[in-house]
């Protein structure tokens, strides 16, 4: 590699892509920096994902009380105390926070702490003083949550994803702007720990983007726990009160819902953060606030690449991570894939039940004509769903009539996230549902509904 530069590699942003990014980077013998403003491991460990999935495990702990009462043991609530939940999650944050930390020092990679702008093809400025340079610059920045006019947040009756992991006490009621995963994942959260949850969606199914057949096992179980949720409906008005929010529900034919709460949750998407960087000056093409990028994650400028949630591809984690792992070994000049495919991701909603996909839905191939089978096993039919009282789900694949090639699939039910990866493996590898239905599977485990949906699609199921 060049060596006029500081450094071969610097990556603005910490976060799993730019972390991930930058060791992969020393270990294919670069020299790399990371440069962040806040603490180290972004948003996905601060304030995302992990803390997140933190509160999802406390709160399943929580609501699976009820199964130590069926057997005869008396549980007193009284001093439940959700401080103590929140304190698990950052605590949970604070610790991958500092092993991102002790991975970047253990693999030689440079933590530079301050606010990054580009100020040349190879040149990063950090809080308006000290120059960084670099063979190349890997921009990863990531998102934040997207802000709605008329909607928003003051963090204490309006609030963002960010709001919502940071509270400390529970409300009464919260009303849910927005049925993507992550209202959905907090429409759970709250909802186990006792929360009377409304949710708010302007199109026809909670989850638009999933499967409407593996989305249909969600919302029965969330309308059974007493989630109370509105699609096709547009909010409106919404004012502060003293008590709370209120805000009017409107569907499609003009006919209305007044609501309120004691907090509203605004969650419809999130913006990439690609402001005050530098970008645009330097020549790097944006659309709609995107980075725009061509093969390996290059930008239009040729030293600069951009990965994660500030392209146009989903803003997923593992996404920015394999994105990142890409680029740097272009950078590296190992030959290996241009781009992540689209049909090689796989979507993980950590709800209860969860739902975990890859590929399209079933409505989109309708959607563009395209002649594909469909196999699908209930949960129901495995011995392992019926013995650990999880019985209501669905594993679903879609095929391609002629050759059996798989499309797609969809899981819902326990585990799901858990289960997909077989059938990504199998998709990636470009097997055939033939191979994965021929393979023994433990038994009994969850993992024999993927077995058995994959004889479906070869016409043999035995449990069904």
């Given amino acids: 590699m060049a060596t ?28 790399a920096a990371v440069i962040e403003k806040d603490k180290p491991g972004g948003v996905c460990l601060n304030i995302g994902c992990i803390p997140s999935k933190a509160l999802i495990h406390q709160a399943e702990i929580y609501s699976h009380g009820s199964d130590l009462e069926a057997m005869g043991i008396s549980l007193d609530r009284s001093g439940f105390d959700y401080s103590k939940v929140f304190r698990k999650s950052r605590n949970a944050a604070q610790r991958l926070s500092r092993g991102v930390q002790a991975l970047l020092k253990k693999n030689k990679v440079d933590l530079i702490q301050g606010a990054a702008r580009l100020s040349g093809e190879h040149e990063v400025t950090v809080d308006g003083k000290k120059k960084v340079s670099g063979t190349f610059i890997l921009v990863a920045t990531g998102s934040r949550p997207k ?17 919502a992991l940071m ?23 709250m909802s186990s720990f006792g929360v009377e949850v409304t949710v708010v969606e302007m199109l026809d199914q909670i989850l638009p983007n999933s499967d409407a057949e593996a989305v249909a096992v969600l919302h029965r ?36 819902e007044e609501l309120s709460a004691d907090l509203l949750l605004v969650s419809v998407g999130r913006s990439p953060n690609t402001g005050d960087l530098g970008l645009e000056e330097l020549g790097i093409e944006l659309e709609k606030g995107f980075v725009k990028t061509g093969d390996y994650y290059r930008t239009s400028v040729e030293s600069v690449y951009a990965i994660g949630d500030i ?32 049909e090689h991701i796989p979507g993980a909603i950590y709800t209860e039940p969860q739902l975990a996909s890859f590929g399209p839905t079933e409505e989109k191939l309708k959607a563009d004509g395209v002649s594909y089978g469909k196999a699908s096993f ?14 209501e789900g669905v594993v679903k694949i879609l095929f391609d009539k002629e050759t059996h ?60």
């Fill in 221 to 256: 179980e969330f309308k059974r726990r007493g989630i109370k949720m509105l699609t096709g409906m547009k909010a409106s008005n919404m004012k502060k009160t003293e008590s709370g929010v209120s805000l009017t529900a409107e569907d499609k034919d003009g006919d209305t």
């Fill in 167 to 189: 509270l400390e006490k529970l409300p009464e009621k919260l009303l849910v702007l927005g049925a993507g995963y992550i209202g959905m994942e907090f429409a759970h959260v």
């Fill in 378 to 391: 209930p949960y129901r039919g495995a011995g392992k769903a019926v013995a650990i009282e999880q019985p």
């Fill in 147 to 163: 802000v709605v006019p008329g909607f928003e947040f003051d963090e204490e009756k309006v609030i963002s994803s960010t709001g």
């Fill in 405 to 464: 090639e798989m499309l797609a699939a969809h899981v819902a039910g326990s585990q799901a996230t858990e289960l997909i990866h077989e059938l990504l493996l199998g998709k990636r590898s470009e097997l055939l549902p033939h191979d994965i239905a021929t393979m023994v599977h433990a038994h009994p485990t969850l993992s024999e509904a993927v077995m058995e949906a994959a004889r479906g699609v070869e016409g043999w199921i035995i449990h069904a």
């Fill in 4 to 31: 006029s530069y500081d450094y071969d590699l610097v990556v603005i942003g910490s976060g799993p892509g730019g972390y991930v990014s930058a060791i992969r980077a020393t270990q294919l013998g670069m020299t």
């Fill in 311 to 342: 392209t146009a591809s989903p803003q997923l984690a593992h996404v920015a991570m394999k994105e990142g792992e890409i680029a740097v070994e272009h950078m590296a000049g190992h030959a290996g894939e241009k781009l992540l495919p689209p």
